[in-house]
């Protein structure tokens, strides 16, 4: 079983949908962050929470560390959101970093 | 561009050998993660350096290691390299010892042939 699990593993979504993406740990998580990756392999860091919620444009993170959950929400979805979103975080003693297996989105014109 | 740079972008090479991967971090940040993603096993981590010392280390095998050298670039080095060392490698960096945004640079993807 896996530290961090996400869900859905794959998603497909017309442009313009609000789309949310789950990420469960099973582990004492000190600061949760959601990375995009592209195509092309590069990872690029969204956000990174340790409590509430935080907002950049379209995307919303929000954590609830007593339930040890996260999501990740796209408001009007647009074709360049397609790409693999990843949860992760170090441990809260700093000696290890768990990746979810990330989720896969599409997003059809 | 996030600031963090790799090098080489690509290599491939053989069985048995001995590769080096550099990463130089973010102007400033003192902490540098190795991870290594293959099509098998998604992302993992390797291994942290903080402002030159090993820090937390990860799914690292014996036969890798790393350093993180006085002007805060790291290196990972690979050796008696499999077939199943093949993936891409990523290193990224963050100010922080712990919680920190993590920025990454674009990867190395080793080819083991």
């Known amino acids: 079983k896996n530290e961090v699990e996400q869900s859905p593993q794959n998603l497909t979504a017309q442009e313009g949908e609000f789309i949310t993406i789950n990420c469960s740990y099973s582990?004492?998580?000190?600061?949760l962050h959601w990375l995009q990756q592209h195509p092309g392999g590069g990872i690029v860091s969204l956000f990174m929470?340790?409590?509430g919620k935080k907002k950049h444009g379209r995307l919303i993170a929000t954590i609830n560390i007593q339930e040890k959950h996260s999501s990740l929400h796209i408001t009007a979805s647009h074709p360049r959101d397609s790409a693999v979103y990843i949860c992760?975080?170090?441990?809260?003693?700093?000696?290890?970093?768990?990746f979810g297996t990330g989720t896969s989105l599409t997003v059809i014109p | 561009d996030s600031g963090v740079t790799q090098t080489p972008k690509h290599l491939i090479t053989a069985t048995g050998q001995r590769v080096t991967l550099r990463c130089s971090p973010r102007?400033?940040?003192?902490?540098v993660y190795w991870y290594q993603q293959s099509l098998d096993q998604g992302l993992q981590f390797l291994i942290q350096?903080?402002?030159?010392?090993?820090?937390a280390k990860g799914n690292i095998l014996e036969r890798f290691s790393a350093q993180q050298f006085p002007d805060l670039h790291s290196e990972l080095n690979l050796s008696s390299l499999e077939l199943g060392d093949s993936a891409l490698y990523f290193c990224?960096?963050?100010?922080?010892?712990?919680?920190?945004?993590?920025?990454f640079g674009e990867g190395s993807r080793l080819t083991v042939l």
């Open positions: 992760a975080g170090p441990t809260n003693t700093g000696n290890q970093f768990y």
């Open positions: 350096y903080y402002n030159g010392e090993e820090r």
């Open positions: 102007s400033g940040d003192l902490s």
């Open positions: 582990v004492g998580i000190s600061a």
């Open positions: 929470l340790s409590s």
């Open positions: 990224a960096s963050s100010a922080r010892l712990t919680a920190g945004e993590l920025f």
